[in-house]
């Protein structure tokens, strides 16, 4: 699938639905950390033909995970960072590819930043871009 390029309206409307998916993928993320110790019990027993009873769970919640993750990216957003739910859109500002920026927790989409530059390069969005 070629690379979505969004307005900013375009964007924009598309963040109620993020935000109940990265509710959702935060909410996998928590069970998957919080079953990981035991998983990893049952991996070091497993030469010894080893079994967890959190097994089934654990691979539910990762395959739900995953399901979630592809549709976010379906959409053509560019998913950053799950923790907190970093998200990127394609955007062409003043002739040039760069990233609209939103994470869950804001209201809208705010802020842009170059490709190359990340989380840490964002600048607020001006009248221009409107």
Known sequence: ???????????????????????????????????????????????????????????????????LIHQIKDMGVVLKDVDKGLCDFPYIRQGRLVYLCWRLGEEAIEYWHDIEAGFAGRERLDETDR
């Open 1 to 67: 699938m070629e690379d979505r390029i969004f307005t900013l309206a375009e964007a924009q409307a598309l963040i109620p639905q993020l935000r109940s998916i990265l509710e959702e993928i935060n909410q996998e993320w928590k069970r998957i950390k919080e079953l990981h110790p035991e998983i990893q019990k049952a991996r070091d027993k497993a030469p010894y033909d080893g079994f967890s009873k959190f097994g089934v769970i654990y691979v539910e919640s990762v395959s739900h995970l995953m399901l």
